[in-house]
């Protein structure tokens, strides 16, 4: 399994922040409001289900945004993508570039002998049959 770049894990511990710090203040809103009026649990439950679903809705109106303004950023976002790429070693690609050969050579005998040896003299002994 591939490891997450230094900027992957940046990203998703700033997420997981952003997460918890939202949660937090959630229930603070919560706790502030059931000191405020007493509620029924029904109440309780309909409140808190409707604050689940607020950052839902505010989470999807940026990620409508025209795709025409992305296009010239698209370099940008390629060349980024290209530096977390994890490129193989001089050795590593020497090292299976052998076994790709190897694997060809391989095979390509394995077709000859087939063919030449049991294909073709079956192919004419099932001709002579009919002659």
Not at 33 to 38: A, G, N
Request: proline residues 5%; aromatic residues 6%.
């Amino acid at each position: 399994m591939a490891h997450k770049s230094k900027t992957q894990r940046a990203k998703a511990s700033e997420k997981r922040a952003a997460k918890k710090a939202m949660a937090a203040e959630e229930q603070a809103k919560l706790a502030a409001q059931d000191e405020e009026e007493p509620q029924s649990a029904t109440s309780k439950t309909e409140k808190k289900a409707e604050a689940k679903q607020e950052p839902k809705k505010a989470a999807a109106k940026p990620a409508e945004k025209p795709k025409k303004a992305k296009k010239p950023g698209f370099l940008k976002e390629v060349r980024s993508e290209m530096k977390r790429v994890t490129w193989p070693t001089k050795q590593d690609v020497l090292r299976w570039s052998g076994v790709v050969v190897v694997a060809l050579v391989f095979f390509s005998v394995f077709v000859l002998v087939l063919d030449n040896f049991i294909v073709t003299p079956v192919l004419l002994g099932i001709s002579s049959l009919g002659a």
